[in-house]
């Protein structure tokens, strides 16, 4: 089976520049989170979705960066204008609410550098 | 405030002795717990989880180990082989959440195993 499918693996762009990260959830899940993990804040949650919904955005750190799932099988997230301080790995991961029970799968990541 | 820490950001271990990882909380709320396992330029996966009704869960070479009245929980690898060279995660949500995607992540301990 397919797991969670990110891309970029990947990313060095300049600062101001609009940067769009994907993920495609393994197929059958409704829930999707964007996580970013840094050396100083480690791994925390910045958005999840349920059912293509988004629930709660309390992790995304500014206007700068905003997220979408039009549908159930894709999601971006977009950091525009970015910065160099948001050069992290950005992990998209997903579960199926109640069949996943409190496990949810990750993607290998997209590594972003802004420069 | 973190809510989830793991005080020892690295560990070192011979191959075929026992690998301890530990892990603190201070949300009481806190009714579920789960231990990540990462590679380097992979994703965490998931190693093994525990309930708060219960204090131990084993699987394999992998032994979980909670003590709700210290706020405290263990990971134990028996016995450890140089494969088991990773960050490990600790994470920790409530049930009352709506998804364990909200789980709050520790920053992780990298273990090596020396051969």
């Known amino acids: 089976d397919a797991g969670v499918i990110q891309s970029p693996r990947h990313e060095v762009t300049e600062m101001g520049q609009e940067v769009t990260l994907r993920c495609k959830p393994i197929s059958g899940h409704n829930s999707l989170f964007w996580y970013r993990q840094t050396m100083m804040r480690g791994l925390e949650l910045l958005i999840y979705f349920n059912n293509n919904v988004p629930i709660d955005d309390s992790g995304m750190p500014e206007d700068r960066f905003s997220a979408k799932m039009p549908n159930a099988s894709f999601s971006t997230l977009k950091i525009q204008p970015s910065e160099p301080r948001d050069s992290a790995v950005y992990f998209c991961a997903s579960n199926h609410r109640r069949l996943s029970g409190n496990t949810i799968y990750f993607g290998e990541g997209s590594w972003l550098t802004v420069v | 405030d973190q809510q989830v820490k793991q005080n020892s950001p690295s560990l070192s271990v011979q191959e075929g002795r026992i690998s301890i990882l530990n892990c603190d909380y201070t949300?009481?709320?806190?009714?579920?717990f789960l231990w990540y396992k990462k590679y380097p330029a992979e994703g965490p996966t998931f190693l093994i989880s525990?309930?708060?009704?219960?204090d131990k869960n084993e699987d394999g070479r992998f032994t979980v180990f909670l003590n709700k009245s210290a706020k405290h929980l263990s990971l134990h690898i028996v016995p450890s082989q140089p494969g088991d060279s990773a960050v490990y995660f600790c994470?920790?949500?409530?049930?009352?959440?709506?998804?364990?995607?909200?789980?709050?992540f520790g920053d992780g301990t990298t273990l090596t195993v020396k051969p």
């Open positions: 949300n009481s709320m806190f009714d579920y």
């Open positions: 994470a920790a949500s409530a049930r009352v959440y709506t998804n364990a995607g909200k789980s709050t």
């Open positions: 525990i309930s708060s009704i219960k």
